[in-house]
């Protein structure tokens, strides 16, 4: 099992910059695939972006260019720069881990994004 502890959520204004942190219980060394979903009120919870093991990184179309994925695996943390903030950003982000068939979530970090 792995337990996943997100930080870095808050409210800032329409064009800044957040980085979301994602602390796991454990070494994220193994772990298949890491990842953030969002949730806006009203909203099914969606993909934003995912890195494997092996790097391979993934995004939704809506934050290429304007968010960064990366892990660090010495510290068991994955981040997720966003840069270019806009309204419609505005959403609970939750940290994901797929590990042996089995999905793990944090609590989730409040994003939002003032106009």
């Known amino acids: 099992q792995v337990q996943l502890v997100e930080s870095g959520g808050g409210l800032v204004q329409a064009g800044g910059s957040l980085r979301l942190s994602c602390a796991a219980s454990?070494?994220?060394?193994?772990?298949?695939?890491m990842g953030w979903y969002r949730q806006a009120p009203g909203n099914q919870r969606e993909l934003v972006a995912t890195?494997?093991?092996?790097?391979?990184?993934n995004y939704v179309d809506s934050v290429k260019g304007r968010f960064t994925i990366s892990r660090d695996n010495a510290k068991n943390t994955v981040y997720l720069q966003m840069n270019s903030l806009k309204p419609e950003d505005t959403a609970r982000y939750y940290c994901?881990?797929?590990?042996?068939?089995?999905?793990?979530w944090g609590q989730g970090t409040q994003v939002t994004v003032s106009s």
């Open positions: 994901n881990a797929v590990s042996d068939m089995r999905y793990y």
């Open positions: 454990r070494s994220i060394f193994s772990i298949n695939v």
């Open positions: 890195i494997t093991s092996g790097g391979i990184i």
